[in-house]
């Protein structure tokens, strides 16, 4: 069971969707260690999802479990910034449970 | 996206709008609504959608600002149930406000492309003709790179063109003349803009509408009234695109009284306005009173619009003068309304006097008193209501009679006068004249269009049975001028040997 669900909408599968899945891939990994799973949406094909969380920006990050909910816009090219928006902390390099119990 | 050369125009719906722009909005296009806060752009862009809805088109809103409970609601009080457009898939929200529990941070680079796929799939899934975005600007407020949100709703409104769709997009402006639009951007969004303005003048509001452009397609030009009603919306005031295409009858009708006939020609003519101007207590409502009577006795309609006495005070006024309105009234062939001027703006209140007609169809309408209504107006926007006024009851091809007051009590000509006395085709003055210590009443028609007329400064009194027109007041000169002046009849009859009593 997952600790972490992230949602990332997206506009198609552009190479720099790809770049932002890889992105987000490699950062969960390095900070969530197994802990989470990750959907990504493609707008174009499920507008009315989009429609319900009134997503406006591509590619746009939800952290929807655990609770609050947190959203982080862009790229996610700025690590610092999207372990802010999701409400983590930068792991140190054993803190397995650094995120986990945060806001659960 | 087919484009031909020429640019159709939608019509809108929206009451007055599609005659000052020959014919509506630009099809297929998008148009940009700037106006400053409360000057009633959400209204005119969900009237938009609500016009279309009702000839058939369906409609998109994407909301920036206010979230779609709140539209729904607001709405609601101009008869539009959203909720059930909704339910029957011919109205979709696309909900872009801002939610205040959602903390959104950036990391690098992003567009609008999740905006414009839910656009393209609201549209797609109520098969929607009409679009209106409110208010663009609110946007620039969620995201805080103005560049970016700028090149992506230039990006936004490109895809739009190729959805064979009319947009009204709104944008808030913080001044009424000046930048089209807050963020001083939004102008090159769309290829039409108008404007609404809502300006506070001496201290009463004045709502207009201004087509600034239609790009390859015509429009009518300048600023024009509208307001806001409960059960319309925006209504727009076409003034100049009002045509004197009106005919003119040659058909005499009486005043409603002998004497007043008689100098008048024959009586007035069938579809005149004629303007009865005096001070206060010189007989207007009662020339406004007899009119209506000698309308009734002829089996017309007669509607009388009262801003000056209540229902009551006109009654019993009639009555003494032998003239039965209630009776008239029961019998369905006059119809008196009273409303205090204070009761709404000018707007309104030409709005409502056309409804009474439209709904009435009378042969002959009396308003007492024009002056009244100056209360509420500015000085622009009651010339502008006078001239609606004066061509909407021309175009009905009936008699109308309006009152004005003079402000002093001798001579004088007042502002109501002075602004309609080129559009009637008949004028009236009932005026005071001091002489030897006495008041008296006196009489003319200073004009009578197409029709000979009697020239005489005629004395008259207000008896039992009303009007009684004497002689003129020979061997005087100066009584409208207010400061009569008595000169020996030998000079006199050697002055002007014209005009024999009897015109």
């Known amino acids: 069971m997952a600790n972490y669900l992230l949602k990332l909408y997206v506009t198609g599968r552009t190479p720099r969707t790809e770049q932002t899945i890889a992105t987000l891939r490699d950062l969960c990994k390095r900070e969530l260690g197994g802990e989470y799973e990750i959907v990504v949406i493609n707008v174009l094909e499920q507008p009315q999802l989009a429609e319900d969380e009134k997503i406006l920006a591509t590619p746009t990050l939800i952290k929807a479990l655990p609770r609050p909910m947190r959203r982080v816009i862009g790229d996610l090219s700025d690590i610092e910034k999207v372990l802010l928006g999701l409400d983590l902390q930068p792991k140190q390099d054993q803190g397995v449970q650094a995120g986990s119990s945060e806001d659960a | 996206m087919h484009d031909s050369g020429v640019i159709q125009k939608l019509p809108t719906g929206i009451p007055g709008f599609d005659h000052i722009g020959n014919g509506g909005l630009p099809q ?182 201004e087509i600034l452009k239609f790009r390859g397609t015509s429009h009518r030009k300048g600023e024009y009234p509208f307001t806001v009603t409960s059960d319309e919306g925006v209504v727009v005031i076409p003034l100049s695109a009002i045509e004197l295409g009106q005919h003119s009858s040659n058909t005499r009708i009486t005043s409603g009284n002998e004497d007043l006939d008689r100098m008048c020609g024959g009586g007035f003519f069938r579809d005149s306005v004629i303007l009865v101007s005096g001070a206060t207590g010189t007989g207007k409502t009662l020339i406004t009173t007899e009119f209506m009577a000698g309308g009734v006795a002829r089996n017309e309609r007669c509607l009388l619009f009262a801003f000056e006495e209540s229902r009551e005070q006109l009654f019993r006024n009639a009555a003494g003068w032998g003239i039965p309105f209630e009776e008239m009234e029961a019998e369905g062939n006059l119809k008196v309304i009273s409303a205090y001027p204070e009761t709404g703006s000018l707007e309104d209140h030409l709005i409502s006097i056309k409804k009474e007609i439209e709904a009435f169809k009378p042969a002959r309408v009396a308003l007492d008193s024009l002056s009244a209504l100056e209360r509420v107006a500015t000085d622009m926007g009651f010339r502008e209501f006078l001239i609606a006024l004066t061509s909407f009851v021309k175009h009905q091809e009936m008699a109308g009679l309006f009152t004005a007051t003079t402000p002093s009590i001798l001579g004088g000509s007042s502002v109501t006068e002075s602004h309609i006395a080129t559009m009637t085709d008949s004028i009236i003055l009932l005026r005071y004249i001091e002489l030897f210590g006495e008041m008296r009443r006196g009489i003319t028609i200073l004009k009578m269009r197409g029709s000979q007329h009697d020239k005489d400064i005629r004395e008259f009194s207000i008896g039992e049975s009303g009007i009684q027109i004497g002689t003129s007041f020979r061997g005087i000169t100066g009584i409208l001028a207010g400061t009569p002046q008595h000169r020996l009849p030998v000079v006199a009859d050697g002055l002007s040997q014209t005009s024999p009593p009897q015109g």
């Open chain 2, 28 to 209: 297929g296009r998008s148009t940009l609504v700037s106006g400053t806060a409360g000057s009633a752009k959400t209204v005119l862009a969900a009237q938009f959608l609500a016009a279309g809805i009702r000839s058939g088109e369906n409609g998109v809103f994407v909301t920036f600002e206010e979230s779609p409970d709140d539209l729904r609601r607001n709405m609601l009080s101009f008869g539009w149930d959203i909720r059930e457009w909704e339910n029957i898939g011919k109205w979709a929200f696309v909900d872009a406000s801002p939610d205040p529990d959602q903390e959104m941070v950036v990391s690098g680079d992003y567009d609008l492309g999740a905006l414009l796929a839910r656009v393209e799939h609201a549209v797609k899934k109520v098969g929607a003709k009409r679009l209106a975005v409110d208010s663009i600007g609110a946007i620039f407020t969620q995201f805080t790179d103005s560049a970016r949100v700028r090149r992506e709703l230039f990006r936004i409104t490109m895809a739009l063109k190729g959805l064979d769709i009319t947009s009204v997009i709104t944008a808030e402006r913080t001044q009424e003349y000046g930048d089209f639009a807050r963020f001083g951007v939004e102008e090159f969004v769309a290829d039409n803009v108008i404007i609404l303005r809502n300006i506070l003048q001496a201290e009463k509001r004045r709502r207009t509408l």
